[in-house]
């Protein structure tokens, strides 16, 4: 059985008449610690997977498992639970709370869950152990993203779901950042899902998505990946 | 429309909260200062429209002896009166059919001044119809019944006494619902009631009221001025009517008067004469009487000395009669001695001779048992050496036992001894066997080994002689037929040398070991060495054989020792235990031995102190029996003495007897003669008594006729006195001038309206700074979240003042609608309010006239227009003056900060994670917390202010009731008091006064340095100063003040601040007649109600006189009935309860209840405006920020509390901060609210701070419940979206 199972997912938004569908019938599988990215273009239906697999969103038709859970049927109470336990978040933009220092931002996280990483010895793994005191507008976008970044693994998630995590990020910066990711899931064998439309950044992954049309149209292996550093784009 | 305007006009629509926040807070704002600027002059105008319509007078005229139609007509005529009209009032009791009576009021129904206002029915035309109050539950058809209870002289003043009623009105005499004190019933009035002056029997007036030509409205301000201005004309009006009036009734009586005298004396001279006539009769009589009675007298002397005679002599006989009793008596009592005595000696003698034989028999039966004792004793004794002997023999016998066993015991431990000497040596013994068998089966297993040995030679001999090899050699072969012949022949020896050595040398041959000598010679040596060893080990058997048995012998001997060592321990046990037996008796023996001796012992000293003790007692008893002895012959020598005296005494007695027997025979002789004397003179006495009576009746009869005749001439004497001192009495009566200022209900009404007024200029002020606020913090953020439309705009050419325009034109409109929507409804609400709460005490008009205040209104609608749009310029004066490439870019969220407190780690680090959020988030927009903490600490404060003025009200008269005028009535004497009239009013209304303080009262002016005040005077007797405190409690906040000494004054504090002077200052007092006198204050009192400065009496020149008291009620008595019996008396001219005032005052919060519950709601109204507009704008801020806190997994409620813990702690602060506020607020309202001479203090109860803050936090909770519902619908993924 596989760690992430998408069966059949189906997602309908709907506003007075006008009906959409989001996801049509999505289904597919990641294993337990590969670096998964999904690819596609705009209005694939990305972010409504990714909101729905993080716990946001429900569905309207179809079943997730993740780590044999099935999640799809969790009440919307018991998807606050999940999101605080299980899932790590790295939005495009930070998200980071403008009135706490990086410090405040990741205990913020790590307060609420059962069994968090320090906070401090986190924001160090990731390079900021100078930084803690600092609050987001003292920081650099990369620097910001860090600790967005040492947010999501201070819960100690099973699952780490990163959007456009790049997205606002110069080409070195952004670099550095999926090295980061790349790292993280290396030594840790967490599961990491990247959201990109950024198709170069394919070679990395253990697993590549292709999404269009809010369905999964390929999915494909990569026995060898390539480390991040050597690619281009 | 212009696309630009659109949008505005859908910037309305799309934020329809943050408008109508705007909105709601001016409405609120605007409505509440024009309403209640407004409420109290439409109150006014209401009343002024009454008091116009039903002609309210100006002033009216009272006299002490009332007024007549020429006075009315003669004021009526003065070019300053516009009408005039004389009213008949009287109060009396009335019956409308229930068991009890109450107290109208009943006025003659006016038709020009001061008309009744018809709520229902028609006015009254018949004398017996009447007009009843609308305040009573009287209707039409109803009958009113002046009832009998009344006094007569109330009563002579109904023509009619029965009254339907025709109609129910009001009266601009009875604004409110007082109706004021009487000296009637219950003392208080019920109801009024107009009847038409023909219902009443009286031909003067009580009151003229009068109307004035042009008076400005009621209630204006010019009125009192005018008013006063005219008082001087007016009251001269009045003097002149007042001697008028007295003119015409003394001529009047001055008539009456001399027809009266005339008749008075005619009849006196005919009394005179027939009264000498009648006293000349009776004097005759009485003369013959006295005659009479003086023989009588002699008569009686007469009977009276022989009644003395006779009673001497039959004294002296009952005197002898008695003697002779006495020695009768005597004689008996000396028999009966005599015979007790010869009984005694008798009975004497018998008991000793009985003593004597009980002894003897005694004695003997003693020392039979001491001998018998003695005998017991010695048995004992005998026995126990008996015992003694035995004892000696059996312990010998014992310790001869004892060596036995012990000799026994020696003998069987040498046996033993002996057997183990014995078990030794048998061990060792078969230690040696045991080694010898053993060496024997070796040898044995030896020798049977060499014989193997040997046979194995042999065998292997003849298997080598057996070699056919041999048989070859023709020297064998020849000699030997077989091998076993040749091995038998070399065992032999019998072979040749030659055989030998062929033999041998084969062996070599064959390499067998031995050569065929050897081992024959070996065969050989070894047969022989067996056969010596076989021999050995034969005898060595033998040998161990024997030792063997010896062995077994030894063993079986042993055996039989250790037997025999066993028995005789078994016996050696027995005989111990036997003698352990033997020894236990022995002791046992000895034991009871020993118990033995003790006891003979003890019998032989008791039987020795039973000998010395038998002795004693034989010796006691004889000397008893001598004296004994002795005593009885005593005895009767002197019972031989007395029987002589007796018989001597006897025959003395027998001599008197005779004598006395003869004197009683000649004194009833003489007692006989004495009675028919005495029956002679009760005859002429009773001739001479009736004779006595006869005069007697005549004499009384006469007196009596005399007497009513001189009743009947005095009381006309008295009449006509009467009369001429009512003349001469009758003074010029007292004219008064009232004026409006002296209707209770007209001045209650300006003083309540007051309380509104005071309300309308604070609360306002709030509501003005906090739609500021409003104004800002909205535009503010408005700007903020359309920066960059902002930028676009100028970027399209549109110009900064159009682009501002929008936000002017938000805020305008807002402004606009809000003030216009508040001025209209506050004009029309609050007023509707303010008099429903007033309706409760002023039934004059049901609805209030609206009013609408032109200026007022105008300005504040200026006001708030200005300040809005100043407000929003400034809020967006910064972004449309930048460059639009600035502001088409967003502006970077606003960055966090340290805050102060983080300076002080040892505050912050006790903070909680989310608390620390929180204090940051509130320091983050300083401009909110300003706001939200000022919307708060009004809502507080306003809520503070309301049950402040509450509390004032209330506990100012509890306080000035309880604390410091202690006293029940005050009083005021027409007349001035003497020291009888004091005792008189005390002892008359003792049912209902406990104690009474008389003093002097009058008005004087007090003077200091240059301020003037009317002021009230009370001066009290040096004597009567240390009953003061009984009735004033006088007090400088916890200090007690003592009455002032000569030359001193106690004043109160609000008059002490109106003169500016205190304690140690001078004062000077001018009074009414010209002198002016000067003191120091001695102190300043504590006081709410009126101004008054006491002295002591003998500071003022002269004696004051005692015009007023102040009385305490007395224990139980009815305070209504007291105040009744008091005004009831002649000299009382007024009197008034502590209880009424204190009622009054009451009614009048039962109207502020209302207000303060309008200022709750408005609090309520404000707290909701502020925190609402407040929280919406800081979620629409923070959404992404709180949409990223739910992602990370925050419940909703956690969520919330994220933001909302601002909201929480901010309102805390607020409300610690209104609690000053609304203090200070309080003090300023309640110095504003103005009562008739009652000075209010500041005073918030501790409930009050109580419940203002805990509604206050109510209020913002229910805001965040709200608020609540509105957080958990954000969707955790806005926080995907991009940043604004």
């Known amino acids: 059985m596989a760690f992430i199972e998408f069966h059949d997912v189906k997602k309908v938004y709907r506003s007075g008449e006008v009906r959409i569908e989001a996801l049509r019938g999505m289904s597919f599988e990641v294993e337990r610690g590969e670096i998964c990215v ?20 429900s569905l309207t038709e179809g079943r997730i498992i993740l780590d044999g859970e099935d999640i799809s049927a969790y009440s919307p109470r018991k998807l606050i639970g999940y999101r605080r336990r299980d899932v790590g978040f790295v939005f ?27 906070a401090a010895e986190t924001l160090r793994a990731v390079g900021l152990g100078e930084r803690l005191g600092n ?29 456009e995590p790049t997205g606002a990020l110069d080409y070195n910066t952004g670099k550095q950042i999926l090295q980061l990711l790349e790292d993280t899931s290396r030594k840790s064998g967490m599961t990491v899902l990247i959201i990109t439309h950024n198709s170069a950044l394919t070679a990395m992954a253990d697993r590549v998505i292709t999404v269009r049309s809010g369905q999964a149209r390929d999915m494909r292996l990569n026995p060898h990946p390539t480390p991040i550093s050597q690619i281009e784009w | 429309m212009k696309a630009l305007s659109k949008n505005t006009y859908r910037e309305i629509l799309r934020s329809p909260g943050r408008f109508l926040a705007i909105l709601a807070i001016i409405v609120l704002g605007s409505g509440f200062f024009v309403g ?17 319509k039903t002609a309210f007078y100006d002033f009216s005229i009272v006299t002490t002896l009332g007024l007549t139609h020429e006075d009315v007509e003669a004021l009526a005529a003065d070019p300053q009166v516009l009408d005039a009209e004389g009213s008949f009032e009287t109060d009396a009791l009335v019956n409308l059919g229930g068991s009890t009576d109450q107290v109208f009021a009943f006025h003659s129904l006016p038709e020009r001044v001061n008309l009744p206002d018809l709520v229902a029915g028609r006015l009254p035309e018949a004398p017996d119809e009447c007009l009843a109050d609308s305040w009573t539950n009287l209707s039409v058809g109803d009958r009113v019944t002046v009832s009998g209870e009344n006094e007569e002289d109330t009563l002579s003043l109904f023509a009619v006494r029965e009254f339907t009623v025709v109609g129910v009105a009001t009266s601009p005499l009875y604004l409110n619902f007082e109706r004021g004190s009487t000296s009637l019933g219950a003392g208080t009035v019920t109801a009024f009631c107009y009847v038409p002056p023909g219902a009443f029997d009286a031909d003067y007036f009580t009151a003229v009221y009068l109307r004035v030509p042009d008076m400005p409205a009621a209630y204006d301000d010019d009125y009192e001025g005018r008013a006063e201005a005219l008082e001087d004309h007016f009251t001269d009006l009045a003097n002149q009517r007042a001697q008028a009036r007295y003119d015409r009734l003394v001529a009047e009586a001055e008539k009456e008067l001399a027809d009266g005298q005339k008749e008075y004396d005619d009849a006196y001279n005919e009394y005179i004469t027939q009264r000498a006539d009648a006293e000349k009769e009776l004097s005759d009589a009485k003369a013959e009487l006295t005659d009479a009675k003086r023989e009588l007298d002699d008569a009686a002397q007469k009977i009276a000395d022989g009644q003395t005679e006779y009673a001497d002599g039959q004294k002296e006989l009952a005197d002898s009669e008695g003697r002779l009793a006495d020695a009768k008596a005597e004689l008996d009592d000396a028999k009966a001695q005599l015979d007790d005595a010869a009984r005694e000696i008798a009975d004497g003698r018998k008991a000793y001779d009985e003593g004597v034989a009980a002894f003897e028999t005694e004695r003997c039966e003693a020392e039979q048992e001491l001998a018998d004792a003695k005998a017991e004793l010695d048995d004992a004794l005998r026995e126990l050496t008996d015992g003694e002997a035995a004892y000696e023999d059996n312990r010998k016998l014992y310790e001869n036992g004892e060596a036995r066993y012990a000799q026994g015991a020696a003998e069987l431990e040498a046996n033993r001894k002996t057997l183990e000497d014995g078990e030794a040596q048998y061990t060792s013994g078969l230690a040696t066997y045991n080694a010898y068998a053993s060496a024997l089966r070796k040898n044995e297993a030896d020798y049977e080994a060499g014989l193997q040995t040997l046979e194995a030679g042999k065998t292997q001999l003849k298997q080598g002689l057996n070699n056919p090899l041999l048989f070859t050699f023709p020297a064998i072969r020849d000699t030997y037929a077989s091998a076993d012949e040749l091995y038998d022949a070399l065992m032999a020896g019998a072979v040749d040398q030659a055989t030998l050595e062929l033999l041998d040398t084969l062996a070599a041959m064959m390499s067998s070991e031995l050569t065929v000598t050897e081992a024959v010679a070996a065969i050989q040596d070894g047969e022989a060495t067996l056969a010596a060893a076989k021999s050995q080990l034969d005898s060595a058997r033998a040998q161990l054989n024997a030792s063997w048995s010896t062995l077994a012998a030894s063993r079986r001997e042993l055996d039989e020792g250790w037997q025999a060592l066993a028995e005789g321990e078994e016996a050696l046990a027995e005989s111990r235990a036997e003698l352990d037996d033997a020894k236990a008796q022995l002791d046992e023996g000895r034991a009871e031995l020993d118990a033995g001796w003790a006891d003979y012992q003890e019998g032989l000293s008791a039987y020795d102190a039973a000998r010395t003790a038998f002795d004693e007692a034989v010796r006691t008893s004889q000397a008893e029996l001598d004296d004994a002895l002795i005593k009885l012959r005593d005895a009767e020598a002197q019972y031989a003495d007395g029987q002589a005296g007796y018989e001597d005494g006897l025959r003395a007695y027998e001599d008197g007897l005779r004598e006395f027997q003869d004197g009683k025979a000649a004194l009833e002789e003489a007692a006989r003669e004495l009675e028919d004397a005495k029956a002679q003179y009760a005859d002429g006495l009773q001739e001479y008594e009736d004779g006595l009576r006869e005069y007697e009746d005549a004499r009384a009869e006469a007196d009596r006729e005399f007497a009513d005749a001189e009743a009947q001439l005095a009381d006309a004497q008295a009449e006509l006195d009467d009369a001429r001192a009512a003349i001469d009495e009758l003074e010029v009566p007292d004219a008064y001038l009232m004026s409006r200022r002296t209707n209770l209900g007209y001045v209650c009404f300006e003083n309540d309206t007051s309380i509104v007024r005071s309300i309308s200029s604070v609360f306002p002020v709030f509501f003005f700074l906090v739609a500021a ?59 509707l309010v303010v008099w429903q709460a007033y309706h409760i005490m002023y039934t004059f008009s049901d609805a209030i006239e609206f009013t609408f205040d032109l200026p007022l209104s105008a300005v504040t609608f200026a006001l708030y227009l200005a300040a809005m749009m100043a407000v929003t310029w400034l809020s967006c004066r910064k972004e449309v003056g930048d460059v639009p490439a600035n502001v088409i870019r967003p502006k970077p969220p606003k960055a966090g900060k340290r805050v102060l407190l983080e300076r002080v780690p040892f505050l912050w680090n006790r903070l909680s994670f989310l608390w620390k959020v929180t204090v940051r988030n509130i320091f983050r927009y300083k401009l909110r917390v300003a706001m939200m903490v000022l919307g708060v600490a009004g809502c507080t404060a306003l809520m503070l202010t309301g049950m402040g003025i509450n509390d004032s009200i209330k506990n100012v008269v509890d306080y000035q009731f309880t604390e410091i005028s202690l006293y029940d009535y005050t009083v005021t004497f027409a007349d001035p008091l003497t020291e ?27 003077v200091a340095g240059r301020e003037e005040k009317e002021v009230q005077l009370s001066a009290v007797d040096a004597a009567e100063a240390e009953n003061v405190p009984a009735f004033m409690d006088f007090h400088d906040g916890a200090r007690a003040l003592p009455f002032p000494q000569k030359d001193e004054a106690l004043l109160n504090s609000a008059l002490a601040e109106t003169l500016g002077v205190k304690a140690g200052d001078r004062l000077v007092l001018r009074l009414e007649d010209g002198p002016e006198v000067s003191v120091t204050v001695s102190g300043v009192f504590d006081n709410y109600i009126y101004n008054t400065v006491y002295i002591r009496a003998d500071t003022l020149p002269g004696t004051p006189e005692l015009n007023y008291a102040l009385a305490l009620k007395a224990e139980g008595a009815d305070t209504g009935e007291a105040l009744a019996a008091i005004l009831g008396r002649d000299n009382v001219l007024a009197a008034s309860s502590s209880q009424d005032m204190r009622n009054r005052i009451g009614n009048m919060m039962e109207s502020l209840i209302y207000i303060v519950l309008l200022t709750v709601i408005c609090a309520a109204a404000l707290a909701f405006v502020v925190i609402y507009n407040l929280t919406n704008i800081n979620i629409q801020e923070r959404l992404r920020e709180i949409a990223t806190v739910k992602v990370l997994g925050f419940y909703d409620f956690e969520s919330a509390l994220y933001v909302l813990r601002e909201n929480l702690l901010l309102t805390l602060l607020g409300a610690a901060a209104g609690i000053p506020l609304g203090l200070a607020l309080n003090a300023f309202v309640v110095g504003q609210i103005e009562l008739d001479m009652i000075h209010f203090t500041p005073r918030v109860a501790p409930i009050s701070y109580l419940s203002s803050t805990a509604l206050t936090i109510l209020f913002s909770l229910l805001v965040d419940l709200f608020m609540l519902r509105r957080l958990s619908s954000i969707d955790p993924a806005a926080a995907l979206k991009a940043a604004e």
């Open chain 2, 980 to 1006: 009888a009239d004091r005792e008189a009013f005390m002892a008359d209304t003792a049912k209902f006064v406990g104690d009474a303080l008389f003093l002097h009262e009058t008005t004087v002016t007090a």
């Open chain 1, 38 to 57: 999904i690819v596609g273009p705009s209005g694939a239906g990305k972010t409504t997977l990714l909101n729905i697999l993080g716990g946001m969103d």
């Open chain 2, 36 to 52: 209640l600027r407004v409420s109290q002059k439409a109150m006014k105008e209401t009343a002024n429209t009454y008091l116009d």
């Open chain 1, 92 to 118: 495009q933009f930070y998200n980071l709370i403008e009135n706490l220092t990086a410090l405040e931002n990741v205990e913020l996280a790590s307060q609420i869950c059962p069994a968090p990483l320090d």
């Open chain 2, 773 to 831: 606020l409003i104004c800002v913090t909205t535009v503010s953020r408005m700007v903020e979240e359309q920066r960059s439309q902002l930028g676009v705009l100028m970027a399209l050419g549109y110009s900064r003042m159009k682009v501002m325009g929008k936000f002017l034109i938000y805020a305008g409109t807002a402004t606009v609608i809000g003030c216009v929507s508040g001025i209209l409804l506050g004009s029309w609400l609050i007023p």
């Open chain 1, 135 to 163: 609050f987001p507008s003292q920081l650099s976008g990369g620097e910001q993203q860090r600790v967005a970044i040492a947010r999501a693994l201070a819960k100690n998630p099973k699952l780490l779901l990163c959007d």
